[in-house]
């Protein structure tokens, strides 16, 4: 379940640009290939899914920083329920 109330287009742009900033020292875990972040403010254009129902990117090797660093920090971090990505307190 994304977090609806902070899913916003604003909230794409600031973790873009934050992006440039590094992924903080106490997030742990890894991505499940859940392709939540991937629908940030909605559904990306080069998510797929494959039979398992695991998300795939079209793009992969050449996704932008803000998707690789994805979730950078807990406060940008808008899909816990499903992410593999967890933050130590
Ligand atoms: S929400 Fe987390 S587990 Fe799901 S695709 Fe994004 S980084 Fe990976």
Known sequence: MIKRNKNTWLAKVKR??????????NRMGQC????????LPNNCLFLKFKP??????????LRPLNCRKYPRTKAEWL??????????N
């Open 52 to 61: 398992d129902g695991k998300s795939s990117c079209f793009i992969h090797p």
């Open 79 to 88: 899909t816990e329920d499903a992410c593999g990505f967890k933050f130590k």
């Open 32 to 39: 499940v290939n859940c392709g939540a972040c991937c629908r």
């Open 16 to 25: 873009t640009f934050t992006a440039m900033l590094p992924v903080a020292k």
